[in-house]
């Protein structure tokens, strides 16, 4: 069943130097449980396609659904549903992380006791239990990356948007987080929408790979479908179907770098 479905879903930005057509139009369906990794190259349109998807930024064109709550109609019951974990996290630094995590509890309309329930148990889940009464803005960067993915998951979300969530993470709480994502998939049947520019993440997280190049979905299937599709086989790395989906290609091993 799809969880998510869009339709021409695009977002045009009015700047002074006047329109940038950030998303022209997306069409994807992401089934229930799914680990779908979003790829694309910088400023493809990623996360204003998140944003439109958790009803942060309204769309200037086409239609989504989320869980059956749509888009342009339902933005409270798309909110229900979903958990975003922005590209750049937003936590107060001057509070505590048992603070942050029960506040979130609270705007989800928990009760005292609840929320502070809940916040012991997500900072067991995401190893932060040590680090409870630490003020968020003196965490480091993973630390708070955790914390930014704890929050996320506060009301249990069905579908889970984590944009970026392991940049900046030493190799073992990156480890740590794709153990979660894969936990809260086979567990409680999570929907997981996940952009990464880690390659090797996306290859051994993803169920499937959606890439967006200029704003359009410019490949989808599966990693070996995408890799025997474009790279010419089953073998190839996903680095080089990346580099060939999106037009650009590998470079010699033995190229001078070329100043861009
Ligand atoms: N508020 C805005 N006003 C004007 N242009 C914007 C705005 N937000 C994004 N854009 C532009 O839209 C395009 C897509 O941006 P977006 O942040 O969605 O890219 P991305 O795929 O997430 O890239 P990255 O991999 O660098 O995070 C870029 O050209 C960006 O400069
Ligand atoms: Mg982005």
New binding site residues.
Partial sequence: MAIISTAGLART?T?RRGP?E??RGIDLTVREGEILGFL??????????LRMLTTLLAPTGGAATVAGHDLATDPAGVRAVCGYVA?SGGVDPQITVREELVTQGRLYRLSRARAAERADELARDLGLSALLDRKCGALSGGQRRRLDIAMALTHRPAVLFLD?PTTGLDPGSRADLWDLVRALRDEHGTTVFL?T?YLDEADALSDRLVVVDGGVVVADGTPAALKREYGGSRDASLQDTFLAVTGRTAPAADAAPVAV
């Fill in positions: 930005f700047t940038v950030a998303v694309g190259p910088n400023g493809a349109g990623k996360t204003t396609t590209q970026e952009t520019h």
